[in-house]
């Protein structure tokens, strides 16, 4: 997720409960081909420990999609997503995301493009139901007729963004379609825990659940317990969380970015109000010592510290250490637009 589940985050979430895998933030491809490139590459890096871990692409041009598939695959990403359904103006704008849901022959033309790039490497797509309508039968049975390796249907349409609860019946009418074609159908919406994320997919006949705005705040989703085991363990994560986005990011990327985290850190616990409002005023890792260090002790202050350091030093693709370039810039590419989604593709 844009602005959130960065390689800090997904190697937090892979420490304290392995999900079966996880996605990057969308990146820009007409980005990526543009002279602008390096600064989006921060968003490319990721470590060995989250395998496997999968490279989302937003765009609208095909040649575009085939160079930076080839681009994940020489950087050894596990697979390829196209984002297909995120309704942020600038991204639809751009008659990418969820706009190429209104242009199937072009969205057909980039699984293929991704495909001729990503040497062998599997090819899947993430999108919702539909545009202005539910309009499964129709979209999903032209996706499936690609054969993506995977699709995963967030059950909303465009026009709904996340304002209404997610249509899993649509799910359901979608694996019905996908039945004998081979292509696994992952169900996305509202899921609030992995029983509840497996209930769902189970009521649909979905292959899979992905898991969204969930793991905000709780890494441990994943896991038996599927919660943190005290307001301290929460800390002390959220505390690991901070210091390695430091050291992965400083200079590179807002640490404001984090107060998302911070609060659902301490959202589910009673009695955390002033906590919460305290840490919705930091800026750097300091601020964050400095109030949850009180609350934690100094013994739990240093295992968040050692953890965090341990995982900044997980082989992988990241700056300064393996840096990775950008393909050469397309001429005439069109700028690059980060395109933050709010409130979800
Ligand atoms: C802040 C934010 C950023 C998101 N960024 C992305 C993204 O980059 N790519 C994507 O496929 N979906 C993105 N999403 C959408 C989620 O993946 C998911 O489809 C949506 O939140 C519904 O699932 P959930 O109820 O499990 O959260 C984002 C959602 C949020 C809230």
């Avoid at 990418?96 to 040497?119: F, K, N, T, V, W």
């Avoid at 919705?280 to 009180?294: L, N």
Wanted: charged share 25%.
């Amino acid at each position: 997720m844009a602005n959130a589940t960065d390689t800090a985050f997904r190697r937090i979430v892979t420490e304290c409960s392995h999900p079966h895998a996880v996605y990057t933030e969308f990146v820009s491809v007409a980005g990526l081909c543009s002279p602008g490139a390096p600064r989006l590459m921060v968003d490319l890096e990721f470590a060995d420990c989250e395998r496997p871990v999968i490279a989302q692409f937003f765009g609208s041009v095909p040649e575009q999609f085939r160079r930076c598939a080839e681009l994940a695959a020489g950087l050894g990403f596990d697979g390829v997503d196209i984002n297909m359904g995120c309704p942020d103006r600038a991204v639809l704008r751009q008659k990418a995301g969820a706009a190429l849901i209104r242009d199937p022959d072009l969205a057909l033309e980039i699984i293929d493009a991704a495909r001729a790039g990503a040497g062998g490497l599997p090819v899947s797509v993430k999108t919702r139901i539909g545009h202005a309508s539910d309009s499964v039968e129709e979209w999903i049975g032209r996706l499936l007729a690609a054969r993506p390796a995977a699709i995963a249907i967030h059950a909303r349409t465009v026009k709904e963004r996340s304002e209404v609860p997610a249509h899993w019946d649509a799910v359901r009418r979608a694996c019905e379609l996908a039945r004998g074609t081979g292509v696994p159908i992952a169900g996305n919406g509202d899921a609030r825990s992995l029983e509840h994320g497996r209930a769902l997919a189970a009521r649909a006949g979905a292959d899979g659940v992905m898991i969204g705005r969930g793991v905000f705040g709780n890494p441990w989703l994943f896991s038996a317990a599927g919660k943190p085991a005290g307001l301290e363990a929460a800390l002390e994560t959220m505390l690991a969380h901070a210091v390695l986005y430091d050291l992965l990011f400083a200079g590179r990327k807002n640490f404001v970015d984090l107060r998302r985290h911070f609060k659902a850190y301490v959202g589910g616990f009673a009695g955390a109000k002033r906590l919460r409002m305290e840490l919705m005023e930091t800026r750097s890792v300091a601020d964050v010592e400095r109030i949850v260090g009180p609350v934690i002790g100094a013994a739990s202050a240093r295992r968040a510290r050692d953890r965090a350091h341990g995982l900044s030093r997980q082989r992988g693709h990241q700056h300064p250490t393996r840096p990775i370039r950008p393909p050469p810039p397309l001429r005439n590419a069109p700028v690059p637009s980060r395109g933050t989604p709010a409130p979800a593709p």
